[in-house]
């Protein structure tokens, strides 16, 4: 059983920036959730998506966008990067969306300049 | 969802017994208590989820009391690995997630020392 795989690990850029980040869901897991980990912080969560459609959002702003592809890996997209985004970025997958157990990958850690 | 408070960081020693206590005094009837690790650079790992009572696997025990306004992780025997930050969540399914997503706290820093 393949797990939760996120790239790329470790990203640079600037204030201004877009950036996207990609997960691959753990085989057999039908749902994405995506969470922003501020250094000494708890995750927050951005957003789920459950079978390519959008199924819950946290509080963030527009410019923080995703996608689900139908082999169910997931995209996060940041446009207008600011300094405050530089974090690490957590994808999690679980079975359903409904409750089931969330398994996180590795991150990937933004730091924006 | 259930707001919690735990000790923001422990101290303990290789082989000895850890319990960490998290308090959600406004935890709802249809709440469960889950528990995350986490070790540095790494995202959060699934430990365990209890509904009441006493919960165990082959990591660690969870203990709920009747009015379940709080619960105790217990690490058996920790080692040097067990250094990591543990969450405890509380919400209204069984993992406390669903289309809400988890909600974290900041956690408690357990420090194992030799």
């Known amino acids: 059983e393949t797990g939760v795989t996120q790239s790329p690990t470790h990203l640079i850029k600037t204030r201004g920036q877009q950036v996207t980040l990609r997960c691959s869901s753990q085989s057999g897991h039908n749902t994405v959730s995506w969470y922003q980990q501020a250094l000494g912080q708890g995750p927050q969560f951005i957003f789920q998506y459950y079978r390519e459609e959008e199924n819950g959002r946290g509080n963030f702003p527009p410019r923080f966008s995703g996608l689900q592809f139908p082999n169910y890996s997931s995209e996060l997209n940041v446009n207008a990067l600011e300094l405050d985004d530089s974090a690490l970025y957590l994808c999690?997958?679980?079975?359903?969306?409904?409750?089931?157990?969330?398994?996180f990958g590795p991150g990937t850690r933004l730091l924006v300049l | 969802l259930a707001k919690t408070t735990q000790p923001i960081s422990m101290d303990s020693y290789e082989g000895q017994e850890v319990n960490i206590t998290c308090s959600h005094n406004?935890?709802?009837?249809?709440?469960?208590i889950t528990w995350y690790q986490q070790f540095p650079s790494q995202g959060p790992r699934f430990i365990i989820q209890?509904?009441?009572t006493k919960v165990t696997n082959e990591v660690a025990s969870l203990f709920i009391p009747a009015d379940r306004k709080s619960s105790t992780l217990s690490l058996p025997r920790v080692s040097l690995s067990d250094t990591a930050v543990y969450y405890c969540?509380?919400?209204?399914?069984?993992?406390?997630?669903?289309?809400?997503?988890?909600?974290f706290g900041k956690g408690t820093h357990l420090i194992i020392q030799p």
């Open positions: 209890g509904y009441k």
């Open positions: 969540l509380v919400g209204d399914s069984d993992s406390g997630g669903g289309a809400d997503g988890l909600t």
């Open positions: 999690a997958s679980s079975l359903t969306g409904l409750g089931e157990t969330q398994y």
């Open positions: 406004n935890i709802a009837t249809n709440d469960y």
